[in-house]
């Protein structure tokens, strides 16, 4: 059965008026899903009684069920969330002095190769269609609902490459930016990618106001390649033409995410590299202290080597900072607990 949350405002009015119904009550559904979020079309009592039945006859209203939630020390709530076909994927919310940002994930496993990621360990099976994103951000605002919170953020960084699933990723971003829904400003919503040139193109066009982030990892393309297969088909100087006519066409800073790893990209060479690298952008950069997984060879940089990269970058006049760590005392990588979930650690 079809999701009603698949729909953004203008299909749900067009849906409706196709059924016989009023325009506005598309916006009515909207309104009852978005801000009451109610979990069953009789709870729309404003609606009337054929629609109401009408709606329960031609779509669902289910999300993802919650399997297993993780709580953290520092507040962050880890969610492995089961979808219709029994599918896991991983939600989870952090908390900022700013708001709480959701993390979610854009397909069931990863294709990428991206050699030191927990993501990647099951590999793609399917992307997820835009209520299984929506779902996700419902889960967790009703998880904030309890304590009278509300998602602010969301950061589409979770597992899978949301540009090999782009449309979809698109679909979703409308629908939870929608005013008279959730209203999470467009400013306030990231999209991270491993390097994905035509989609990076295709973003300029959008005319959304989302933040881009970009999983560089290495400081050239002689480590990207060894540990990012997309650098094969992408490389360092492709991607950077891409990302300077983003910047130009859509006057938006790139966050470019760099994966501190112990021996591989954390030298004083490297932070140079990087930092003449980055010379023609308006960037800024996030460094990661990595969260290491059993199932490779990857080591967390050393605080030493963290700081001192750190400390090159912002006297190459780079923007940048060390990003803060959530949840360190539950499964914190990225596909970490939905791969133990599936006995793969």
Known sequence: MISIYDWNLEKLQTIVENLGFKKYNGEQILRWLYQSRVDSFDKMSNLSLPLRETLKSSFSID??????????????????????????????????????????????????????????????????QVHEMVGQILVAQQELDKT???????????????????????????????????AIGARHISVSTSGIVPKIKALINEKLQINLAVSLHAPNDTIRDKIMKINHVYNMETLKEALIEYETKTNRRVTFEYLLLDGINDSSE??????????????????????????????????????????ILKKE????????????????????????SEGKS
Do not use: W
């Open 63 to 128: 999300l993802p069920k919650v399997v297993k939630k993780q709580v953290a020390s520092d507040g962050t709530i880890k969610f492995l969330l089961e979808l219709e076909d029994k599918r896991c994927v991983e939600t989870v919310i952090m908390r900022y002095v700013y708001g709480n940002a959701v993390c979610v994930s854009s397909q069931v496993g990863c294709n990428m190769g991206c050699s030191f990621c927990a993501s990647g360990l099951l590999k793609k099976v399917r992307d997820l």
């Open 148 to 182: 009278n919170e509300r998602v602010s953020h969301v950061v589409v960084m979770g597992i899978g490459e949301p540009f090999d699933n782009y449309e979809n990723v698109m679909n979703f971003i409308y629908i939870i930016n929608e005013a008279k829904g959730l």
């Open 270 to 311: 490297n932070a140079y590299e990087l930092a003449a690298y980055l010379k023609d952008t308006c960037c800024y950069v996030n460094l990661i202290p990595y969260n290491a997984v059993s199932e490779n060879i990857y080591k967390r940089s050393s605080e030493k080597n963290i700081n001192n990269f750190y400390n």
């Open 317 to 340: 006049k780079i923007n940048v900072t060390i990003r803060r760590e959530f949840g360190n005392d539950i499964d914190a990588a990225c596909g970490q607990l939905r791969a133990k």
